[in-house]
């Protein structure tokens, strides 16, 4: 079985400006370089033969090349309890239709379509069931709230193989697609 997602790699200027925020909540499992990213689809686990064919469907797909910008930081929770701290990128409405795109080559590639809703953004740190970091986590948000960066682009579609370990979950690029910057070639 391969575990498996879709994303788009910010550039190393914009990763260095996360990696510098990353301090300050005891107990963050903070990401490294190599596992920033905007996720587009999570897809899961699935035998080869299923891996390729969305491998082939993504490789079909034309969008053109999305422009965003840093924009804040936020939290996701489960059961009340904050287990993930992230970068949020704006504007929305271009990721929000690769988002479309991707899941529908997933679906041609014989997929179930995304059921959660999609927001974008860079996860910066999972956070520990076990952790009781309220006040740091509220002190972080806090201190980063304004988070923000110049417009950058993001040209080109990832298929990331994951892998979990006790660490946590390991990056691998699979394949990688240049989209659309609208030269025509």
Known sequence: MI??????????????????????VPSARWQDDEQLHVTLRFIGEFERPVAEDV??????????????SLAGVGRF???????????????????????????QACIRAGLEPERRAYLPHITVA???????VGFAVDGWLADHAALSSAPFPLPHLVL???RLGRDGATYEPVARWALDTGGGT
């Not at 990128?89 to 239709?97: C, D, F, Q, Y």
């Open 3 to 24: 575990r498996l997602f879709v994303a788009l790699r910010p550039p190393p200027a914009i990763r260095r400006s996360l990696l510098d925020i990353m301090e300050g």
């Open 126 to 132: 999972r956070l520990a069931r076990s952790a009781g």
């Open 160 to 162: 990331y193989q994951s």
């Open 55 to 68: 491998a082939v469907a993504l490789g079909q797909m034309v969008a053109p090349v999305p422009s965003v």
């Open 77 to 103: 929770e489960t059961r009340g309890r904050t287990d993930t701290l992230w970068a949020g990128v704006s504007p929305h409405a271009a990721l929000t239709a690769l988002h479309r795109k991707v899941d």
